[in-house]
């Protein structure tokens, strides 16, 4: 019982520090970097960082699955213009970002983008799932 109060007021607080460290940056930092955070600061102990890292692997588990139950009674033309809107505003970010690049960085950045592609394609490829 210790360990799940332990585990929910930790699961609260790591929101709370990951937005305050934050500072009002784009982009949300991974759970991975929340936990890490958690521990440093928190100065957390092993078994309390591999509770807090069970309790958010859980918790976006849990939330994958709630999404794909309600993704699953969308009709196609919805799932659609969702996917659209999706790559409208990766390309929208995509440009922006390209945009405050100097043709140097531009050059690096499209390298590594077809470089994730590609290794991305080989590992959907090997995955099992598909």
């Known amino acids: 019982m210790k360990n799940v109060l332990l585990a929910v007021a930790l699961s609260m607080a790591v929101p709370s520090l990951a937005l305050a460290a934050q500072g009002g940056q784009g982009g949300a930092p991974s759970p991975a970097q929340m936990v890490q955070q958690a521990q440093q600061e928190l100065g957390l ?59 140097e960085q531009q050059s690096k950045a499209a390298s590594a983008y077809m470089r994730h ?11 099992p799932e598909q």
């Open 45 to 103: 102990t092993n078994d309390q960082t591999s509770i807090l890292s069970d309790a958010t692997q859980e918790e976006m588990r849990a939330h994958y699955e709630i999404n794909m139950r309600y993704l699953s009674r969308l009709s196609d033309n919805d799932k659609a213009a969702m996917n659209q809107e999706h790559m409208d505003a990766a390309k929208k970010r995509q440009t922006r970002v390209m945009g405050m690049l100097t043709p």
């Open 117 to 127: 592609k590609s290794e991305a394609e080989k590992a959907k490829a090997l995955s």
